[in-house]
């Protein structure tokens, strides 16, 4: 590595890490494992740098690669249970308001509780697709690109996410 690559891949991180951070963490739903998948993503973007076409959008190419990590991680923890140690997700971002009452933060921290929760019960694939799609704006097309299957698939993954996440809120809501 030379001391130009260096600087560069230095700026790469310095400009990207916080959204790299926040589309895993989405995806992951763990503070730890994000930061897992953001260092592996780092490194895999610098180790395949030469792969980046320059008229392609940068932060889209990373946003594939956060997103294949936060898929593989999700694979592997779902084979090895025992090395997955599940916290919520943190209130990392929220900051909604400048200062919220003790009861609008109770209920925001709630929801959140509830919104983990149902996203642990998704499959990888369904998890992510949710998440590109709710979380981050994409659309169908960009999804299905992403992730690497059809559109009709990426459709069927986000449609069962939403499913699962209706039950879970209904069943939350009713006490059952």
Same mark, same amino acid.
């Given at each position: 590595m030379n001391d130009g690559d260096l600087e560069v891949f230095l700026s790469l991180v310095e400009r990207h890490r916080s959204y790299m951070y926040n589309l895993a963490l989405r995806i992951t739903g763990?503070?730890?494992?994000?930061?897992?998948v953001v260092q592996e993503s780092l490194?895999?973007?610098?180790?395949?740098r030469e792969q980046f076409e320059r008229?392609?959008?940068l932060r889209t190419? %990373?946003?594939?690669?956060?997103?294949?990590?936060?898929?593989?991680? %999700?694979?592997?923890?779902?084979?090895? $249970?025992?090395?997955?140690? $599940?916290? $919520?997700?943190s209130d990392a971002a929220a900051t909604a308001a400048p200062s919220p009452d003790p009861e609008r933060l109770a209920m925001s921290a709630d929801w959140r509780r509830q919104v983990a929760a149902a996203m642990a019960s998704m499959t990888p694939l369904?998890?992510?697709? @949710?998440a590109l799609r709710h979380f981050e704006g994409c659309s169908i097309d960009?999804?299905?690109q992403t992730v690497g299957i059809g559109h009709s698939s990426a459709k069927q993954h986000i449609f069962r996410a939403v499913r699962k996440l209706? @039950?879970?809120l209904a069943t939350e809501r009713s006490g059952l």
């Amino acid at each position: 590595m030379n001391d130009g690559d260096l600087e560069v891949f230095l700026s790469l991180v310095e400009r990207h890490r916080s959204y790299m951070y926040n589309l895993a963490l989405r995806i992951t739903g763990n503070e730890e494992d994000a930061k897992d998948v953001v260092q592996e993503s780092l490194l895999n973007a610098y180790l395949h740098r030469e792969q980046f076409e320059r008229r392609a959008d940068l932060r889209t190419w %990373l946003h594939r690669i956060v997103v294949n990590g936060a898929l593989d991680h %999700l694979r592997g923890r779902r084979r090895r $249970p025992d090395l997955h140690d $599940p916290r $919520p997700v943190s209130d990392a971002a929220a900051t909604a308001a400048p200062s919220p009452d003790p009861e609008r933060l109770a209920m925001s921290a709630d929801w959140r509780r509830q919104v983990a929760a149902a996203m642990a019960s998704m499959t990888p694939l369904e998890r992510v697709t @949710f998440a590109l799609r709710h979380f981050e704006g994409c659309s169908i097309d960009e999804i299905a690109q992403t992730v690497g299957i059809g559109h009709s698939s990426a459709k069927q993954h986000i449609f069962r996410a939403v499913r699962k996440l209706r @039950f879970a809120l209904a069943t939350e809501r009713s006490g059952l």
